[in-house]
């Protein structure tokens, strides 16, 4: 899964630190949904990245379970918004998850999409080494468009183009083959009629008041 929703700006426009922002109403809704879609699921183990926003949703979808935190698996980790020139943060922002992401890319000018492989693949080797027949991941965006990638292809090839609404599910079949079952499956909005912004173009509309104050 992705965590709920969550605001990544303050009441005033403000940005926030991504690493402390909680659910927000929305987001605690979201994972309700699923919870209710996932109640029929034993899952043996329910691993999450640690951040707030993805134990939040974790303890809502599985309530009874021992949450366990791999901070391995935290999102990728972006730079300074101040300093991405003016001209260029749209860009940054509204494409970066599109096509076939080259390995070199960063994330809003801070981590690479190669760094990210370099911590995420271990942590699914570690967590395929366990003896479990259904586990929970509670995860991020940019690191779910990793495990689905790495499922398609079996290499470190990112494919940018799934998109990750908050509180979706992701199901895969790990064995001898990795079968992808369901991606983005949104419990409150199954066929995304609500809107067709991608999660980072909802992110740069918020970001707006914040921008506006600062030319």
Do not use: K
């Amino acid at each position: 899964m992705r965590h709920g929703a969550v605001s990544y700006v303050d009441a005033h426009g403000d940005p926030l630190r991504p690493d402390s922002v909680s659910l927000n109403a929305e987001g605690r809704a979201q994972a309700a949904a699923a919870a209710e879609v996932l109640e029929d699921v034993a899952f043996d183990r329910v691993v999450t990245s640690g951040l707030a926003r993805s134990v939040e949703t974790a303890q809502i979808v599985a309530p009874e379970r021992e949450i366990e935190r791999w901070p391995e698996l935290q999102e990728l980790r972006g730079g300074r918004l101040a300093d991405i020139p003016g001209d260029e943060l749209e860009e940054a922002f509204v494409h970066a998850f599109r096509g076939v992401v080259p390995n070199d890319a960063t994330f809003l000018r801070g981590e690479s999409i190669s760094t990210l492989w370099d911590r995420v693949l271990p942590a699914l080797e570690r967590l395929l080494a366990d003896e479990w027949d259904s586990a929970l991941a509670v995860l991020h965006g940019g690191v779910n468009r990793a495990i689905l990638s790495w499922a398609l292809t079996g290499e470190r090839l990112y494919l940018g183009g799934f998109e990750q609404a908050p509180g979706c599910i992701n199901l895969i079949d790990i064995g001898d083959d990795w079968i992808v079952r369901a991606v983005n499956l949104a419990p409150l909005d199954l066929v995304h009629a609500a809107g067709r912004l991608t999660t980072m173009e909802h992110y740069w509309q918020e970001l707006q008041p914040y921008r506006e104050r600062s030319l």
